[in-house]
């Protein structure tokens, strides 16, 4: 199928090894870039991220990057909060990030993901002294949850980071410990995603996505205030529910037995997308399908995201 595919389109995707990437204010190939053994950030996980995905619209010829400024802009705060020198600014990163995804000719989506990190060969639990780099590579990258039928979760025993032990706000590498301890439990006790409930027992996001409930056709989301990560997609979908669909949102804190009551429920993040929630606990959320809300707002991210709303074109950066 694939030799098919190129065939008839022309399309052959470089493998990863030979894909362009950007790193330390350079174009290279990806297998042209190595880090030591000694690197800060893999022993200390004193790096931040971002996950910025590109929309591949087929009757367009067009590639679409979503909310890359807003993705950028987060970075830059997190590097902040690690002390960590961030040399580019956001119209810089996005200009490399456009760089390579034309030199790569990608015509499918893409997920892309800046990264900064501490990155001296050096010995030692500390952020000040220490420097850094900074580099943007991307792949092929389809659905990370099944976006389509929906997804049974469990609220897990690992509990949320919390801001005052490490920064909840920020896209710190060495916090994920706690998505990969939540969602790799969920799997292994045959579930698809966990839900993390803060240190004061409220529901605070997905193992790597926010939440929202639906209740009496209102938008139920936890505050920023609940150690959830401010995500970028979250942000947009509150101002699609309301400016588009008139559909208010209100940010509170929410118990875990409102999972079990709510009339629909569904996480959102980049990675996930917009994925309805069928169940929490065995315990069947709403009628136990993608409720019409959720879906009708599913609709529409992703006719935004692949360049089909002509009024949200401005969250877009065409690539070719």
């Not at 894909?19 to 800060?40: A, C, I």
């Amino acid at each position: 199928m694939a030799l098919e595919t190129e065939a008839k389109t022309g399309y052959s995707p470089p493998t990863q090894a030979e894909s362009w990437v950007f790193f330390n204010g350079e174009f290279q190939r990806y297998k042209d870039v190595h880090l030591g053994l000694m690197t800060h950030a893999l022993h200390y996980g004193t790096g931040c991220f971002e996950g910025i995905r590109a929309y591949w619209n087929e009757a367009q010829e067009q590639m679409f990057c979503l909310l890359m400024e807003d993705h950028f802009k987060r970075l830059q705060l997190s590097a902040k909060i690690l002390q960590i020198d961030l040399p580019y600014s956001v119209a810089q990163m996005s200009e490399a990030t456009v760089e390579i995804m034309r030199r790569n000719g990608w015509r499918e989506d893409i997920y892309v993901r800046p990264l900064a990190f501490k990155s001296d060969e050096k010995i030692g639990v500390k952020l000040k002294g220490i420097g850094s780099s900074f580099g943007i590579y991307a792949s092929p990258f389809g659905n990370y949850v099944d976006v389509d039928s929906g997804i049974h979760c469990k609220v897990s025993s690992w509990r949320r980071v919390d801001d005052n032990a490490a920064p909840a706000r920020a896209k710190v590498t060495g916090i994920y410990i706690n998505s990969a301890l939540a969602k790799s439990d969920a799997e292994e006790d045959g579930y698809d995603e966990a839900i993390v409930l803060n240190q004061d027992g409220h529901v605070s996001e997905g193992s790597a996505a926010n939440i929202f409930l639906v209740k009496d056709g209102v938008l139920l989301t936890p505050p920023a205030s609940d150690n959830i990560l401010e995500g970028v997609t979250r942000r947009a979908l509150m101002t699609l529910a309301r400016e588009d669909l008139g559909i208010a949102t209100v940010e509170r804190s929410i118990d875990r037995t409102e999972l079990y009551v709510a009339d629909e429920a569904f996480l959102c993040g980049t990675g996930v997308q917009v994925s309805p929630i069928l169940s929490v606990d065995h315990r069947q959320v709403g009628d136990g399908t993608a409720g019409p809300i959720t879906k009708e707002l599913q609709q529409l991210y992703f006719d935004v995201a692949k360049g089909r709303v002509e009024e949200r074109l401005g969250w877009l950066t065409p690539i070719y």
